[in-house]
Nanobody, 124 residues
Framework: QVQLRESGGALVQAGGSLRLSCAAA??????????MGWFRQAPGKEREFVAT????????DYADSVKGRFTASRDNAKNTVYLQMNSLKPEDTAVYYC???????????????WGQGTQVTVSS
């Protein structure tokens, strides 16, 4: 099991940058046991995938909408994963969640642990 807590959300102008952090508190397993993901949910919309990073950070994947602007990274010594967001757009406005995964079912990664989210608002 792992507890997750996001931070770093804020109000920022379009074109600006933010870095989100997600601090993990694992119990029973080490932080490196988890593939970490970032997701977001805008008002009235479904939650959507943003980025994923594997245990040592050498495999990353991004949603097309954020490729080239967002970068996920992790510091395993600090049990923390980050999302650097550059060139922010109003459509990036959402609650951002980090999530942890330790399993894949029929080829689909399952995220079983979620943080409470942090609000990112991008003004035009």
């Amino acid at each position: 099991q792992v507890q997750l807590r996001e931070s770093g959300g804020a109000l920022v102008q379009a074109g600006g940058s933010l870095r989100l952090s997600c601090a993990a508190a694992p119990s029973g397993r080490t932080f490196t046991s988890y593939t970490m993901g970032w997701f977001r949910q805008a008002p009235g919309k479904e939650r959507e995938f943003v980025a994923t990073i594997n245990w040592n950070g050498d495999r990353l994947d991004y949603a097309d909408s954020v490729k080239g602007r967002f970068t996920a990274s992790r510091d395993n010594a600090k049990n923390t994963v980050y999302l650097q967001m550059n060139s922010l757009k109003p459509e990036d406005t959402a609650v951002y969640y980090c999530a942890a995964s330790e399993r894949v079912v029929r080829g689909i990664r399952k995220y079983d642990y979620w943080g409470q989210g942090t609000q990112v608002t991008v003004s035009s």
